[in-house]
């Protein structure tokens, strides 16, 4: 069946550091796949997504490419923030109920 | 736009009793919406499926009759969890779609469920 395997966290970073989240996933037909991002003691918010083969998704300086021959949605950002501190969740949607499946999540604590 | 809301927030019951769980699309109309639950630290476990008018579809291991969902109209769903159980606690959130959003799930804020 369809899943999503993210790095296990936490990942603990300095202010204006790399980031970088891996994903990958298996999936029968073309699943669009999304990033999403959770703040402390709210709900899930879309961060990015990419549908198809190649695109790249961006969203707040963050960016993802979604690479077929890989089948991986690496989250990427430049200079992290304290402000970026949350959990982040891969997912897929299949193509045909269109059902999200996530990842386990990966905690992200940027330190100023 | 596309605002999901849930009521209440958190909530905390003795074990035996039910609790109702609301979840509302407040500038969308939703005509599926879908109930998640997760465990501290964990991902989001899909629960139910549930479009407007029809009988919830549950995922696999998940009792029918312990999680009733109810999805009545276009902007409210309920989920009803049935004499809670200590085990039960966990952090409810619901999505939903519909519309000019229908490629998108919109996520509500999430409501804590402590059981005791």
């Known amino acids: 069946g369809n899943s999503v395997t993210q790095m296990e966290g936490p990942v603990t970073l300095s202010e204006e550091a790399f980031l970088t989240i891996n994903c990958t996933y298996t999936a029968t037909g073309y699943p669009s796949l999304f990033w999403y991002v959770q703040y402390p003691g709210e709900g899930l918010q879309l961060l990015l997504k990419?549908?198809?083969?190649?695109d790249k998704g961006s969203n707040k300086g963050f960016e993802a490419t979604y690479r077929k021959e890989t089948t991986s949605f690496h989250l990427e950002k430049g200079s992290v923030q304290v402000s970026d501190s949350a959990v982040y969740f891969c997912?897929?949607?299949?193509?045909?109920?269109?059902?999200?499946?996530f990842g386990q999540g990966t905690e992200l604590s940027v330190k100023p | 736009g596309a605002v999901v809301s849930q009521h209440p927030s958190w909530v905390i019951c003795k074990s035996g009793t039910s609790v109702k769980i609301e979840c509302r699309s407040l500038?969308?109309?939703?005509?599926?919406m879908f109930w998640y639950r997760q465990f501290p630290k964990q991902s989001l476990m899909l629960m139910a499926t549930?479009?407007?008018?029809?009988?919830?579809?549950?995922e696999q291991g998940v009792e029918k009759d312990k999680f009733l969902i109810n999805h009545a109209s276009l902007t409210l769903s309920t989920l009803t969890v049935t004499s809670a159980h200590p085990e039960d606690s966990s952090f409810y959130i619901c999505?939903?779609?519909?519309?000019?959003?229908?490629?998108?799930?919109?996520f509500g804020p999430g409501t804590r469920l402590t059981v005791l």
């Open positions: 997912a897929l949607s299949d193509s045909g109920p269109r059902k999200l499946i």
């Open positions: 990419a549908t198809k083969a190649d």
């Open positions: 549930s479009n407007e008018g029809s009988k919830a579809t549950y």
């Open positions: 999505s939903a779609r519909g519309g000019v959003t229908y490629n998108e799930q919109f």
């Open positions: 500038d969308f109309q939703a005509t599926t």
